[in-house]
Nanobody, 123 residues
Framework: VQLVESGGGLVQAGGSLRLSCEAS????????MGWFRQVPGKEREFVAA????????DYTDSVKGRFTISRDNAKNTVYLQMNSLKPEDTGVYYC?????????????????WGQGTQVTVSS
């Protein structure tokens, strides 16, 4: 499967961005999709995930109430709406998918990754 992220950029603290991830090459709708982020010198970390069908979601604590993950199966696209952004949200954001519809926060559970999109939040 191929994943292509878009929507990153530079925004001031308190602002919003919406990331998109378009999938191709595998039946998109059957699998859990996730967003992760990484800053230089740190490990990649889980941000959010969504299942197919009932669209169950999971978020890391630091983004709960500010970020919303959603998916449009007709468009093979998953979104990450990011509001009330903080400087600590800065990083490269990666979209990923796994061969299961179970929610997971584990990087090793996801087998396909996009190239990433940079998000920079200025203070």
């Amino acid at each position: 499967v191929q994943l292509v992220e878009s929507g990153g950029g530079l925004v001031q603290a308190g602002g919003s961005l919406r990331l998109s991830c378009e999938a191709s090459g595998r039946t998109f709708i059957w699998y859990c999709m996730g967003w992760f982020r990484q800053v230089p010198g740190k490990e990649r970390e889980f941000v959010a995930a969504v299942t197919w069908g009932d669209s169950r979601t999971d978020y890391t604590d630091s983004v709960k109430g500010r970020f919303t993950i959603s998916r449009d199966n007709a468009k093979n696209t998953v979104y990450l709406q990011m509001n009330s952004l903080k400087p600590e949200d800065t990083g490269v954001y990666y979209c990923a998918t796994r061969g299961s519809n179970l929610l997971s926060r584990r990087i090793n559970d996801f087998d396909s990754w996009g190239q990433g999109t940079q998000v920079t939040v200025s203070s």
